[in-house]
């Protein structure tokens, strides 16, 4: 009777583990029923990439050299020449770089001889007319810058002369520092700037004889400069065919070297020292 009784237990134990597991599987097939059938094989969305433009990067030029950097070219020349030495790379290195150059003129007021000066400026008072004058340098026939041109083939050569090239003011002195506007003398003639013109290059700011001339109209309230003026030049440094921009040539060990800067004049204009607009201009 006790064995059957154990017999009845364990028959009543397994049943219901049986129904226990019939339920749990009823009810994960039910959850698994109310399930989308989408959500079962649900891939991960991929995430979209986004592609940004590379934006190239546009190297900044390089300032235009002023005053003070051709005076530093001409003088790293001049000093390789009286050295016996080659011409420096870091001169080379500048062709192509464009350049402002100020040089001051009628620092001792107004031109009194025209013929006797490079430059200089008069003031009508009853036309209330400025006029404002510079004139270039033919310097094709001069033997020295034959030289130094060597192979080149030009018809005109024309510039200017550096006035004090020892120093980087380029505006009027003081007192008795004032610059003078008479045209330099062959032993003050050390360093200039200027173009070499080819036979079938452009002409556009050739000369010639003509100066750079301009008459302007003055209001009542205005009044000429009292520091002078000066006469701009901008453009590029061209160079030379050994690819150097600055050539020296000296005869004689105990006196400085003449030098030239090779440029194309882009641009040349009046202007009042200390603003940027100019009077007028040539381009």
């Known amino acids: 009777m006790a064995e059957q009784n154990i017999r009845l237990r364990t028959l009543s134990y397994l049943i219901a583990a049986g129904a226990g597991a019939a339920l749990t599987l009823a009810v994960i097939d039910k959850e698994a029923a109310r399930e989308p059938a989408g959500e079962k094989q649900a891939v991960p969305e991929r995430k979209p990439v986004v592609q940004v433009p590379k934006i190239p990067v546009i190297p900044t030029p390089p300032p235009p050299l002023d005053r003070a950097a051709l005076l530093a070219a001409a003088a790293n020349a001049a000093d390789a020449v009286a050295g016996g030495d080659a011409?420096?790379?870091?001169?080379?290195?500048?062709?192509g770089r464009s350049y402002i150059l100020?040089?001051?003129f009628g620092c001792?007021?107004?031109?009194?001889?025209?013929?006797?000066?490079w430059a200089g400026w008069s003031f009508n008072p009853k036309s209330r007319a400025l006029r404002l004058?510079?004139?270039a340098n033919d310097l094709a026939d001069v033997e020295w810058v034959k030289q130094?041109?060597?192979?080149?083939?030009?018809d005109a050569v024309e510039g200017f002369w550096l006035r004090r090239p020892w120093t980087r003011?380029?505006?009027?002195?003081?007192?008795?520092?004032?610059?003078?506007?008479?045209?330099?003398?062959?032993s003050a003639q050390r360093l200039a700037i200027a173009q070499f013109y080819s036979p079938e290059g452009p002409r556009t700011l050739r000369r010639g004889d003509r100066p750079y001339s301009s008459t302007i109209k003055m209001g009542e309230s205005e009044t000429t400069s009292p520091r002078g003026y000066q006469l701009q030049l901008e453009g590029k440094l061209s160079g030379f065919p050994d690819g150097q921009p600055v050539h020296c040539l000296q005869r004689d060990p105990s006196i400085a070297p003449r030098c030239l800067i090779a440029v194309e004049f882009e641009r040349v204009a009046f202007v009042v020292p200390g603003k940027d607009e100019p009077i007028v201009e040539w381009r």
């Open 87 to 95: 011409l420096p790379q870091s001169n080379a290195a500048l062709v």
């Open 133 to 135: 004058t510079a004139r």
């Open 169 to 186: 003011a380029d505006q009027c002195g003081a007192g008795d520092l004032t610059l003078s506007d008479a045209v330099l003398d062959a």
């Open 108 to 117: 001792r007021g107004e031109m009194t001889k025209e013929k006797e000066s």
């Open 102 to 104: 100020r040089m001051p």
């Open 148 to 154: 130094l041109a060597d192979t080149m083939t030009f």
